[in-house]
C-alpha cells in the first residue's frame, strides 16, 4: 500500500511559478513510476506528466512541454513537478498517482491506469 499526499499548491498570476510535491509513505517507492493528472471544474481528470522509477524517462502532454519538470528523488520518496508560465487554463485539483512498474526505465502512458492516488492540491492561475 502506497500512500500518497501532494502539497505546494496555491493562488499564482499568470506567469507565474509553482512547485508541486508528492510525498510517498512506501519505503521503496522507486519501484514506483508515478504521474500528475489534474482536474478542472466541470472537466475530465486529465493526464499531465509521468516519471520512470529511475527518473531517466519522462512523459508529457502536450499542452505542459516545455514549461513543466517533473522529477523526483527517491532518497526522500518524493516527486515534484515545477510548473513555469502558469496560464489560467492551468487551474485544476493536481493529483500524483503511483504505479509499481518491472522496469527502472518504464514510463506508463497517459491511459494506463495507476494503483494508488493522493487526494489532490488546488492550483489556481490568475489571469
Known amino acids: 500500500q502506497v500512500q500518497l499526499v501532494e502539497s505546494g499548491g496555491g493562488l499564482v498570476q499568470a506567469g507565474g511559478s509553482l512547485r508541486l510535491s508528492c510525498a510517498a509513505s512506501?519505503?521503496?517507492?522507486?519501484?514506483?513510476?508515478v504521474g500528475w493528472f489534474r482536474q478542472a471544474p466541470g472537466k475530465e481528470r486529465e493526464f499531465v506528466a509521468a516519471?520512470?522509477?529511475?527518473?531517466?524517462?519522462?512523459y508529457y502532454e502536450d499542452s505542459v512541454k516545455g514549461r513543466f519538470t517533473i522529477d523526483r528523488d527517491n532518497a526522500k520518496n518524493t516527486v515534484y513537478l515545477l510548473m513555469n508560465s502558469l496560464r489560467p487554463e492551468d487551474t485544476a485539483v493536481y493529483y500524483c498517482?503511483?504505479?509499481?512498474?518491472?522496469?527502472?526505465?518504464?514510463?506508463?502512458?497517459?491511459?494506463?491506469?495507476?494503483?494508488?492516488w493522493g487526494k489532490g492540491t488546488q492550483v489556481t492561475v490568475s489571469s
Open positions: 512506501k519505503r521503496h517507492f522507486e519501484n514506483y513510476a
Open positions: 516519471i520512470s522509477w529511475s527518473g531517466g524517462n519522462l
Open positions: 498517482a503511483a504505479r509499481p512498474v518491472a522496469s527502472r526505465d518504464i514510463v506508463p502512458g497517459p491511459r494506463v491506469p495507476y494503483n494508488y
